[in-house]
């Protein structure tokens, strides 16, 4: 599966933007997605995922209350409504992919996902 992100931009602080993943193929429903993103001189770190039904999501806690997660079959994208924006959500975030099932251990590794799309850039001034 190919990925392609988004939706990121340059905002102030408290405001909002919604990140989109469009996926290639039609086995986008098999795959458990997740958003990452990585500040500059850091390591990339989870943000948040959900699984192929969206029957389950998850945050990372630094990010819970303020960003939902969700997922549209019919157009093979995941979205990251992201809210109430704060300038330490400034890094490029990326959507990953992974085909086998998540769970609260496995989301927040790097290595559980087999496809990354090639980053976005999100930039939160004070």
């Known amino acids: 599966v190919q990925l392609q992100a988004s939706g990121g931009g340059s905002v102030q602080a408290g405001g909002s933007l919604r990140l989109s993943c469009a996926a290639s193929?039609?086995?986008?429903?098999?795959?458990?997605m997740s958003w990452f993103r990585q500040a500059p001189g850091k390591e990339r770190e989870f943000v948040s995922a959900?699984?192929?039904?969206?029957?389950?999501?998850y945050y990372a806690d630094s990010v819970k209350g303020r960003f939902t997660i969700s997922r549209d079959s019919t157009k093979n994208t995941m979205y990251l409504q992201m809210n109430s924006l704060k300038p330490e959500d400034t890094a490029v975030y990326y959507c990953?992919?992974?085909?086998?099932?998540?769970?609260?251990?496995?989301?927040?590794?790097?290595?559980?996902?087999?496809?990354w799309g090639q980053g976005t850039q999100v930039t939160v001034s004070s």
């Open positions: 990953g992919a992974a085909r086998w099932a998540i769970n609260s251990i496995s989301v927040v590794d790097t290595d559980t996902y087999e496809y």
């Open positions: 193929g039609r086995t986008f429903s098999m795959y458990a």
């Open positions: 959900i699984t192929t039904t969206a029957g389950s999501t």
